[in-house]
């Protein structure tokens, strides 16, 4: 049998979660009656009914909003919007409401709430469909963000959300959406906060997270080839962030890129950089190094896009530029 | 909506009202104290609103829920939150109701049904709405109030919960109390229309506009509203006009606003009204009226005292519950 793909693995996770626990409800534009604006909300209407599968207007604040509220009451909504580049529309509800409540309850309320949304480049829809905008909301402290790259943690680390108490939201790359990939039987689990090697190497690290994976991955290949053995760290959860991790790949290689398609002022990258700063610089035996999106928005043009992105050839000219 | 004699509520539950209105006022009015004695940085005080808060309150029964504003201390009050602890939480104690992590815009107590407070205007209402479909999956008959003011019905989440609201008939009371001042602009500034309740058929459910300053009438309007929420059938916006005496916030030196307006509502205030009715009533005994005057005097100067002489908060405090377990 084939393995599955990314997006039915999604599918299957929420099939999962919402059988086994009655309070997980869905809802979201296009989600119900259509099954999702790309699948992932297949046959949930069918089989969960209509009170907890619900379509909404196009109303990313509200959406968000019920969510939060839901989640306060004793529910564990997962909300969908749509691009990421939406969630600019509910902000309030995310920093200002779902990330302060715990806090300023003092821990008498919850939000067990998880946002699905779509983040990174895909189909020449130009500069409103297709932000990394990840940073944003790992910069909240309250939320958690988590990015799966392969099919086994797109379904372990979508459960893993939906069962963690707090606000966590769960990119998804358009990028990566036929991709297929083994998934294990049963019950599968991916732990928030915790990085994964996709690669093992001893020359160089270099962190990475979402729809840049499988074009990091090529680019190791390539740098294999050119006799640079490059280990590749999936973050997978971008906040709370897997230092140990990163560091204890760095004093291994002692050298680090990071890769994102974010631009790279204030992009994950910094972070990776500032923790390596102050935390591992006497491993460093070259600079730093960050491959990312210059400082613009990104184009329709597939041409355009190209050159705006991170190649696989930039990758691999980014890694061999600290050796 | 009909009104109905005012001597047709029992004198039990006319004087439960007068008596959480008044905690309600002495609390305000003790808290405005310290913000002069530099104890209190600043905050909202809803002195002259305390109708709406006790009218709609008082028609809820345990296990309903409310969300409040950045002007709520009435609204929590009235929901039964400890005076004591929530003067504490106003001075930033660690006896304070959330720890003194709150403060005074941020109160939550969700063993009397208080969801939050809210210090983003209009930032309750879209969350009101997900408390709300909570209460009609769990289907025990909930309800759920989203207290808010004339100045949150602009921001664009008000429009996009009723909507939401409307379409899945929500168990939801929008209680909208227009006091006539959105922090420094008046109303006829910043709403288009004279009613904000008229805005309620455009979402497919009722609107009313009640005298916010006459407890009995709120009381009977939101009466309504809960019998229709809880019979499933949907959202009601009840609202309220009032009007907000003092500032924005304590200290705001108010130049903006229309004295001849602002002594017009003082004539119009509301515990003075009730008191007046009360009196009238030659089923309600007059010594019961003194006995609520001095319990409620009594409660608020321990809640003073309690508050003033508690210790600040752990420092540990500042980083706990940034996650749930």
Redesign the interface.
């Known amino acids: 049998m084939q393995d599955p793909k990314y997006w039915q693995v999604i599918n299957t996770a929420l099939h999962e979660e919402m059988e086994r626990d009655e309070t997980v409800t869905i809802a979201g534009e296009d989600v119900a009656s259509v099954g999702g604006p790309f699948g992932a909300s297949r046959g949930l209407l069918e089989k969960f009914g209509p009170q907890r599968v619900r379509d909404t207007p196009i109303s990313e604040l509200a959406m968000v909003g019920l969510g939060v509220g839901a989640a306060m009451a004793g529910m564990r909504p997962v909300i969908e919007i749509m691009f990421s580049d939406f969630l600019a529309l509910s902000m309030d509800q995310l920093v200002n409401q779902a990330a302060k409540v715990s806090f300023m309850s003092q821990g008498r309320l919850k939000v067990p709430l998880t946002i699905r949304t779509l983040c990174g480049s895909g189909r020449t829809t130009s500069s409103q469909h297709v932000q990394s905008l990840e940073a944003w909301t790992s910069h909240v402290p309250g939320l958690k963000v988590v990015w799966p790259a392969t099919p086994a943690d797109a379904k372990g680390l979508l459960k893993s959300a939906i069962r963690d108490n707090n606000p966590v939201i769960v990119i998804e790359s358009l990028s990566l959406w036929t991709e297929r990939g083994p998934v294990p039987e049963g019950e599968h689990l991916v732990p928030i906060g915790k990085a994964d090697i996709k690669r093992p190497g001893r020359d160089v690290t270099i962190v990475t997270a979402g729809g840049m994976v499988p074009r990091v991955l090529k680019a190791a290949e390539i740098l294999s080839g050119d006799g640079i053995d490059a280990e590749v760290i999936d973050l997978r959860t971008l906040s709370p962030i897997d230092e140990e991790t990163v560091l204890e790949s760095l004093s291994r290689t002692h050298r680090i890129a990071v890769v994102h398609e974010a631009v790279k002022h204030y992009g994950f990258g910094a972070e990776i950089a500032a923790i390596v700063a102050e935390k591992g610089i006497y491993d460093l035996e070259t600079p730093i190094k960050r491959i990312a999106a210059p400082w613009a928005p990104l184009a329709s043009a597939s041409s355009l896009a190209r050159e705006y992105l991170p190649s696989v050839d930039k990758i691999v000219q980014g890694v061999k530029s600290i050796f | 909506m009909s009104k109905q004699s005012h001597n047709s509520l029992p004198s039990d539950r006319m004087l439960e009202m007068y008596e959480s209105m008044l905690r309600i006022r002495r609390f305000e009015e003790r808290a405005v104290r310290f913000v002069t004695e530099g104890k209190l940085g600043s905050t909202h005080a809803s002195i002259g609103q305390e109708a709406t808060a006790v009218g709609i309150c008082e028609a809820l029964e345990d296990g309903d829920?409310i969300?409040s504003t950045h002007r709520g201390h009435g609204h929590c009050l009235a929901m039964g939150t400890r005076s004591d602890a929530f003067m504490a939480e106003l001075l930033g104690k660690g006896t304070g109701t959330?720890?003194g992590?709150?403060g005074s815009m941020?109160l939550?107590?969700?063993d009397v049904g208080i969801?939050?407070a809210?210090a983003?205007v209009g930032?309750n209402?879209?969350?009101?709405?997900?408390?709300?479909?909570?209460?009609?999956?769990?289907g025990k008959g909930k309800v759920?109030v989203s207290f808010f003011g004339e100045g949150a019905s602009s921001q664009?989440?008000c429009h996009?919960?009723m909507?939401?609201a409307g379409?899945?008939k929500l168990p939801i009371i929008f209680v909208c109390e227009n006091n006539m001042y959105a922090e420094h602009t008046h109303v006829s500034v910043h709403v288009a229309i004279e009613n904000v309740a008229d805005r309620a058929a455009g979402y497919g459910f009722p609107g009313v506009v009640v005298d916010g300053n006459n407890v009995e009438e709120v009381f009977q309007a939101a009466q309504v509203a809960v019998e229709r929420a809880r019979a499933g059938d949907g959202p009601t916006l009840i609202e309220c006009k009032t009007f907000r005496v003092r500032g924005h916030f304590e200290g705001d030196p108010e130049k903006y606003k229309n004295q001849e307006e602002q002594a017009a509502w003082e004539k119009k205030d509301p515990l003075a009204g009730l008191l007046k009715r009360l009196s009238s009533r030659d089923d309600i005994d007059r010594d019961k009226i003194a006995a609520i005057d001095k319990k409620i005097e009594a409660e608020i100067a321990e809640a003073a005292r309690f508050a003033d002489q508690s210790p600040v908060p752990d420092p540990d405090?500042a980083l706990?519950?940034?996650?749930?377990?």
């Open positions: 829920q969300l959330n720890g992590v709150a941020h939550v107590d969700p969801l939050g809210n983003i930032g209402i879209p969350m009101a709405i997900g408390a709300a479909y909570a209460a009609q999956c769990q759920v664009g989440g996009e919960a909507n939401i379409l899945w405090t706990r519950h940034v996650y749930a377990e």
